[in-house]
């Protein structure tokens, strides 16, 4: 039987909030792995999640990231509208904003396979599949994590595990406004530029296509079951 995951399309979402959501599910599934096996509280116990969000405009910097690759002064970032956050996840400095599917999936590794590298991979090959449904290739670049159409970047990516339990994930640019890019040097990587689907192929892109094709090819990649929610996550409303 395969492993069930269920996905919560949180909307657009600060920052903060996103981030505290995440470290309480991830804690959740820790806890739930340290009970003695059959222990499990049913009322309390909860699978796999995914939760699909869009943040405000926001600059994260990995925790071994170089706060230099941040071009603006952070006191200078209200005034285009944007906050800052050093995080706990690995990579340096990236955008999120408006028209961009950030996916943040919170799993088990040590029910699928106990290999970071392999996770990642199946991650930039899900966006990979998903680009392709838009005629779009993707591909990696040797040494560098996210997904690349020639030479720009399309999808960031950053992850944190604890005991093997996922969180962080990656940004999608679909139609986001690449501006707010060149205050920063992406990844901290000199010389190459970001790009989207939308500057790719010349229009805006419906994100819900795009979300229902990310969660396909998720399901196929990872071999497990989907199960989109329809409500906020039951452990997390106060925090939506």
């Given at each position: 039987m395969k492993r069930r995951v269920d996905v919560f399309d949180l909307g657009r979402l600060p920052y903060s909030k996103a981030w505290a959501l995440q470290k309480e599910t991830q804690k959740r599934l820790v806890d739930q792995k340290r009970?003695?096996?059959?222990?499990?509280?049913?009322?309390?116990?909860?699978?796999d999640q995914f939760f699909f969000t869009e943040h405000p405009h926001v600059y994260t910097l990995g925790k071994s990231g170089n706060s230099s690759?941040?071009?603006?002064?952070?006191?200078?970032?209200?005034?285009?509208?944007?906050?800052?956050?050093?995080?706990?996840?690995?990579?340096?400095?990236?955008?999120?904003?408006?028209?961009?599917?950030?996916?943040?999936?919170?799993?088990?590794?040590?029910?699928?396979?106990?290999?970071?590298?392999?996770?990642?991979?199946?991650?930039?090959?899900?966006?990979?599949?998903?680009?392709?449904?838009?005629?779009?290739?993707?591909?990696?670049?040797?040494?560098?994590?996210?997904?690349?159409?020639?030479?720009?970047?399309?999808?960031?990516?950053?992850?944190?595990?604890?005991?093997?339990?996922?969180?962080?994930?990656?940004?999608?640019?679909?139609n986001t406004d690449l501006t707010y890019f060149d205050h920063i040097v992406p990844c901290g990587i000199k010389g190459k530029n970001v790009t989207s689907l939308e500057k790719i192929l010349g229009e805006k892109i419906d994100p819900i296509i795009v979300k229902d094709i990310i969660l396909e090819k998720f399901s196929e990649i990872f071999d497990v079951s989907i199960k989109k929610m329809k409500e906020s996550p039951e452990l997390d409303k106060e925090l939506l």
């Open positions: 009970m003695p096996h059959g222990n499990a509280n049913k009322n309390n116990f909860i699978q690759n941040l071009l603006k002064k952070i006191s200078e970032l209200n005034t285009i509208n944007a906050e800052f956050f050093e995080t706990d996840r690995g990579g340096d400095i990236t955008y999120h904003g408006p028209g961009q599917i950030v996916g943040y999936p919170i799993i088990d590794l040590e029910e699928y396979f106990t290999d970071i590298h392999r996770y990642l991979r199946n991650l930039e090959e899900t966006i990979i599949q998903t680009c392709l449904e838009f005629d779009v290739n993707g591909s990696r670049i040797k040494g560098l994590t996210g997904v690349w159409v020639n030479d720009e970047k399309i999808c960031a990516m950053g992850i944190r595990c604890s005991r093997w339990v996922t969180m962080h994930g990656f940004a999608l640019n679909v």
